[in-house]
């Protein structure tokens, strides 16, 4: 019971930092409705952040598809925040651990936390890489990762939670 208690402790550390590093970078423009972020822990450590752009088309983002081959990246090679993260690690480090931990949200350009479930394809990178320790926003103060668990914090106190 303590495990999983710490466990759901520094899980609640990782979610908090996620957002606010998310709201720190949010700039909401006319081009752009989706806003979704990805970044990456070791232990409760933030080491990398991305975002989406889905205005300019970006050679990594094409690199990715040829490397993982994934036609839909390889025709619309445009940074997913979660495609985008993968390659600026591999940069980075040159491997990417199993036990980091991965959070990606969306926040829409009124601001408001929503579903950021990675697409099909991120799904199939993220997996080929090793990275199953997923956790993805729903709506405001609710995440949810790849056993279904349900996260639900409390983004003003951070102090009570529950798993559903
Ligand atoms: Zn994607």
Same mark, same amino acid.
């Given at each position: 019971?303590?495990?999983?208690?710490?466990?759901?402790?520094?899980?609640?550390?990782?979610? /908090?930092?996620?957002?606010?590093?998310?709201?720190?970078?949010?700039?909401?423009?006319?081009?752009?409705?989706?806003?979704?972020?990805?970044?990456?822990?070791?232990?409760?450590? *933030? +080491?990398?952040?991305?975002?989406?752009?889905?205005?300019? +088309?970006?050679?990594?983002?094409?690199?990715?598809?040829?490397?993982? #081959?994934?036609?839909?990246?390889?025709?619309?090679?445009?940074?997913?925040?979660?495609?985008?993260?993968?390659?600026?690690?591999?940069?980075?480090? #040159?491997?990417?651990?199993?036990?980091?931990?991965?959070?990606?949200?969306?926040?829409?350009?009124?601001?408001?936390?929503?579903?950021?479930? *990675?697409?099909?394809?991120?799904?199939?990178?993220?997996?080929?890489?090793?990275?199953?320790?997923?956790?993805?926003?729903?709506?405001?103060?609710?995440?949810?990762?790849?056993?279904?668990?349900?996260?639900?914090?409390?983004?003003?106190?951070?102090? /009570?939670?529950?798993?559903?």
């Amino acid at each position: 019971m303590f495990i999983l208690n710490l466990k759901i402790l520094i899980l609640m550390k990782i979610l /908090q930092k996620a957002l606010k590093l998310s709201y720190d970078r949010f700039k909401p423009n006319p081009f752009q409705r989706r806003y979704h972020y990805a970044i990456a822990f070791d232990g409760n450590k *933030p +080491i990398c952040l991305s975002q989406n752009n889905p205005i300019k +088309i970006n050679a990594k983002a094409l690199r990715m598809g040829e490397r993982f #081959n994934l036609p839909k990246y390889k025709e619309f090679p445009f940074n997913h925040a979660e495609s985008h993260l993968v390659s600026k690690l591999l940069d980075r480090y #040159n491997s990417i651990h199993s036990n980091w931990t991965l959070v990606v949200l969306r926040i829409n350009r009124k601001g408001l936390v929503m579903m950021s479930k *990675p697409c099909e394809n991120c799904d199939k990178i993220l997996k080929a890489v090793g990275l199953t320790e997923v956790y993805w926003s729903v709506k405001d103060n609710v995440f949810m990762n790849n056993d279904q668990d349900t996260i639900v914090i409390d983004s003003k106190k951070f102090s /009570q939670y529950s798993v559903v």
